[in-house]
């Protein structure tokens, strides 16, 4: 914060909120707001449902209500809380990318503070404090990452000729819950048949053929601390084509891998990525983006930034953690084929921290 000449910080991200002070709630998706100042002063607006909750589960002492009615205005309240921490004339930063603070309610905030301080977009501040994990945290992925190789297997032992991809995704679920996890930030993409070429959750279901090619993508939690994974399986006789696809996404996940490791870029793992593809004659079937960084998420993603893409400049750093997937949805051929994994970068080779099969996942 005094590097970016900030006086004190307005949260909106319930990520920032449970990542400084423990604070862990759904109650964002109601007006909320964290004030953090430079001098160490905390405030938390929020309303009488999470009164209890966030004095329970936070550090925080001051905790303020707004209260629900026809009229309300939590931004006149929040202008209150500044005012009160001699915010006046002070340069405040605003998370201003976070779920819970709507297009309306960012108008009704800035509304609220104009003319009290000068208000700057700091959306990124804490998340890029949270791109390098702690030990402890990394710890909490370490754990998240063996319940998702818990949920491959129980995948595997529920994808069968005759059943439904839902039978499948209960299973999967009661395994992530049994296993001590925590429910994740998004629901799971799973298909089977033409579905099998989404690449995000619908609704309905579909009967899993002697023929097919289920995609997976599922992820486990802990303390919200999230890893990801990405997988086919496949029933009845692989096809050829299956094969070289499955190879393709193999030899592009390790390509990534290797160059997942602290001074290089995130621009340098998606050339990794695109490299593979085009050697393998899979560019046209690729997608634009193979991965981004987790950690802490609530819904409705689990998905952080940065997003592996062309050119992204950020440098990796011992301690961040990314899932990186290798995709391949062919519009020529219907076939589906991918391979993802959650990883920790380290000052040397990476650590994956979930594994998923190199070779075609075959029932």
């Known amino acids: ?9 307005v949260l909106f991200r319930q990520e920032s909120m449970f990542y400084l002070t423990g604070y862990d709630s759904s109650g964002y998706s109601m007006f909320q707001a964290m004030y953090l100042g430079l001098d160490g002063g905390l405030t938390l607006l929020t309303r009488t449902a999470d009164r209890i909750q966030s004095r329970e589960t936070s550090i925080v002492e001051d905790i303020q ?17 500044l005012k009160a921490h001699g ?74 000729p005759g059943s439904t991809v839902k039978t499948a995704y209960g299973a999967m679920m009661n395994t992530l819950l049994s296993e001590g996890g925590d429910p994740t930030a998004s629901r799971w993409p799973m298909g089977a048949g033409d579905a099998a070429v989404f690449c995000r959750y619908h609704t309905g279901d579909e009967v899993i053929a002697q023929q097919d090619q289920v995609v ?14 990405m997988y086919n399986i496949l029933t009845g ?20 891998q290797e160059r997942l490791t602290a001074g290089n870029t995130v621009g340098d793992l998606y050339a990794a990525h695109a490299e593979a593809m085009q050697a393998h004659g899979f560019a046209d079937a690729a997608l634009s983006a193979c991965g ?3 950690g802490i998420s609530y819904p ?48 040397g080779a ?14």
């Open 65 to 81: 209500i707004w209260i629900d009615e026809e009229n309300a205005s939590p931004g006149l309240e929040l202008r209150r809380i």
């Open 300 to 347: 409705p993603s689990w998905m952080d930034w940065p997003m592996i893409w062309k050119d992204n400049p950020q440098v990796l750093e011992a301690g961040m953690v990314f899932f990186l997937h290798m995709i391949l949805l062919d519009d020529r051929t219907g076939l589906s084929m991918c391979i993802g994994e959650t990883a920790i970068v380290t000052d």
């Open 216 to 229: 997976f993508e599922p992820a486990a939690a802990y303390r919200h601390y999230h890893t990801c994974m």
């Open 350 to 363: 990476c650590q994956p921290v979930n594994r998923i099969p190199r070779a075609v996942i075959h029932n």
């Open 87 to 160: 915010c006046t004339n002070q340069r405040i930063g605003i998370e201003y990318h976070a779920y819970g603070l709507t297009g309306q309610r960012a108008l009704m905030v800035n509304e609220a503070l104009e003319g009290l301080c000068r208000i700057v977009d700091a959306s990124d501040l804490v998340r890029l404090v949270r791109l390098v994990k702690s030990d402890l945290e990394l710890e909490y992925v370490r754990t998240s990452g063996r319940i998702c190789d818990a949920i491959l297997q129980t995948s595997i032992t529920h994808t069968q």
């Open 237 to 256: 006789t692989v096809d050829p084509r299956h094969q070289a696809m499955n190879e393709t996404c193999a030899d592009a996940l390790d390509a990534c």
């Open 1 to 9: 914060m005094a590097a970016a000449e900030l006086d004190g910080l």
């Open 292 to 294: 981004y960084s987790v």
